[in-house]
């Protein structure tokens, strides 16, 4: 009997975790996944993820995809619900679909959506989801400074070094600063993204923007092509993976 594919829609708090990669010296959504599902199944499964995320970055909305024998819609119900189960809890399993067999979580993720949130009033209950700052600079010039990341292709100012990437090549179709009560929050849409890439840009932007001639100081960053050039990286907690776009012919009904 030939397998089916399936895709996972999970969330994770990346606190506790080195990101979805697994890795040998450090725990892994990834690895955990691994394990959980091959224990139900008591066989050995791989699971791809459709991205990886730094150490301590948070996904309210994740894919990853695995091979396994046909499940019916309850199995599939039942196999989400004893994850779940088994899972620490700051993994979360939505639902598992079944895809074509050349449906690929990674590859084909047509867009991905990161926002970032900064809390300008200190609150103890969002502190390890937030990166507190008592002053904002002036959103018209953040946004300014946004819409200029939408002209570019090249991003290796704010890629990490000795990536294994082929290329810092990137698509943007959308980056904007918006506050929210007492949040200001940072969205970007990209084809894809870089290591430490949304952090790297997050952290340039914010110092800029105290700068008068902020506009063609980051012109000249981006033309550099190096990341020593650009600004410091933000912390990790207050970054969020929250959305992705597939086609929607790869489901299958």
């Known amino acids: 009997m030939d397998n089916q594919r399936y895709f996972i829609h999970l969330a994770f708090d990346g606190t506790n975790y080195c990101g979805w990669q697994r890795q040998n010296n450090a725990s892994s959504i990834q690895q955990e996944l691994e394990e959980k599902i091959s224990i139900l199944f008591k066989k050995s499964i791989v699971i791809t993820g459709c991205g990886r995320t730094d150490t301590g970055v948070h996904a309210s909305s994740f894919y990853a995809h695995f091979d396994f024998y046909p499940m019916s819609k309850q199995q599939l119900i039942a196999l989400s619900y004893h994850l779940n189960h088994i899972l620490p809890d ?66 290796t100012s704010f890629a990490k070094l000795h990536s294994d990437t082929e290329n810092n090549f990137c698509t943007v179709t959308q980056a904007f600063w918006e506050s929210r009560k007492d949040d200001l929050v940072f969205t970007i849409t990209a084809n894809r993204f870089l290591r430490n890439m949304v952090r790297a840009i997050v952290g340039t932007l914010w110092q800029l923007a105290k700068e008068e001639n902020a506009i063609e100081h980051l012109r000249e960053i981006i033309a550099k092509k190096d990341r020593s050039a650009a600004g410091p990286s933000v912390i990790p907690r207050a970054l969020f993976l929250e959305e992705i776009i597939y086609p929607e012919d790869i489901f299958l009904t």
């Open 90 to 155: 700051d993994i979360a399993i939505f639902e598992i679909l079944p895809v074509k067999p050349e449906a690929h979580a990674r590859y084909d993720a047509l867009w991905r959506t990161y926002r970032y949130y900064i809390s300008l009033r200190k609150n103890p209950f969002t502190r390890d989801y937030r990166w507190f700052r008592s002053h904002c600079p002036d959103i018209e010039k953040l946004n300014q400074l946004a819409k200029i990341l939408l002209t570019i292709e090249d991003f």
